[in-house]
């Protein structure tokens, strides 16, 4: 007996240990699912094509830090000697240097230039991060719709199995037929068919997820289960928060200016001045040989005569003209795409109500009665597979209905660039545009 009981106690040990590992294993999973707004986050931080995009602010930032800079001086040396000819101990040799000085502020105004080119650099970034937010969420919410789908029609499946039993055992009852125990099997084949492409379906949808997310298409991923859930986490607003893409014109309008007024400063050339020492030693008859030496500056001044940088004026002026009339267009297009997902969001928002009021309740009620009724043989079989296949039309139905809702949330949100991941990033821009400004100095 002590002995047995020695066994019971290491067998009841043994059991709670397992037990024990398979919550901390159920635990760990539940931690790594992977939630909508840890997913915009992961995008943010691993997505390749953004990361590549990153490079370009420094690119502009080299650009700046360039631009601006004095030429470098030159130093001319000048020798001559009569050595390969009369050889008379005549030479000649003169040492000068010349400094460009700009008398325009084209330096001044082409830090300005390549300044507003930073600016640039980071609006446009902003904006692809406000399309890779919203590429994100219509990711994930896909992958959760799909998931649900399959789910759904996983319902459906085994509510035809539940038929199939049914059928057997009245027709072993001697209470129906043969054809409908195969119209039940039929249904479970169909069920079988409609699951294998919601799944095929599901793990497309994943692999995209995963492709925006940077994530390797091998690597397992779990997402939240239920498209309600989401309704609360994705909130939008009708006011314009923050446009990367028009800020991004703006700025074109006003480098347009600054170029025009380069163009303009760069008419006059630079003045190049120098200092130079000559020393030559030539014959004089009868004295002889002798030196001179001397001291001279000089200045070259260009002059505009024949051009007159017009052309690049002209070209810089119309880039503005052109940048504004983009810039009109923009806001145009901003407010209609703030129009038209304000308008899906209501219509779904109200379709969505009238499901949740009177369709749903009506289909598992309908579908459950009929049932019943099948198995107790007051209804006809074709009546239940009528009713599982309209409910699950319109669950499907309901589930695009919400994941459009969704969408048009998404895109209302994108539009008017609210997203509370583009505003963190929009801290992050001026942080940077403060170093650059450090850094041009």
Known sequence: MPRLAYTQRALLYSLAAIGLGLSAISLEAAEKVL????????????????????????????RLIQAGRWPNPELEIDAATDRAFNNSGEHRLGVAFTQAFPVTGRLRLAKEVSRVDVAQALAEIRDRERLLIAETQHAYVSVVAAGEQLSTIREARSLNESLVVVSTRRF???????????????????????????????????????????????????????????????????????????????????????ERELAKAERWEDIKVGIGVDSERRLDEPAGLETDRAVGIRLSIPLPLFNRNEGRIAEAEAGMRKAADEYAAKSLTIASEIHLASKWRDRY?????????????????????????????????????????????????????LMNRLGAEIDLQSATGSSPHLNSSMLSARADANQFKRADR
């Open 35 to 62: 939630e909508i707004r840890g997913a915009v986050s992961q995008a943010l931080a691993a997505n390749l094509d953004l990361r590549s995009a990153y490079h370009e602010i420094e690119m502009a930032r080299g």
């Open 172 to 258: 072993e009852n001697a209470e129906v037929s043969k054809e409908e125990i195969n119209l039940a099997k039929l249904q479970v084949q169909a069920s079988k068919k409609e699951e294998q492409l919601a799944v095929a379906t599901y793990e497309a949808e994943l692999t995209k997820l995963k492709l925006v997310l940077g994530m390797n298409a091998e690597l397992p991923l779990a997402v939240q289960k239920r498209l309600a859930a989401l309704s609360g986490v994705i909130v939008s607003s009708e006011r314009v928060s923050f446009r990367p893409d028009l800020r991004r014109l703006e700025l074109a309008i006003n480098r347009g200016g600054s």
């Open 349 to 401: 928002t109200e379709i969505l109500a009238e499901f949740e009021k009177e369709t749903l309740p009506l289909i598992g009620d309908t579908a459950k009665l009929l049932q019943d009724a099948y198995a107790q043989g007051t209804a006809d079989i074709s009546d239940a597979i009528r009713a599982q296949e309209q409910g699950l039309e319109l669950r499907r139905s309901y589930l695009e209905a």
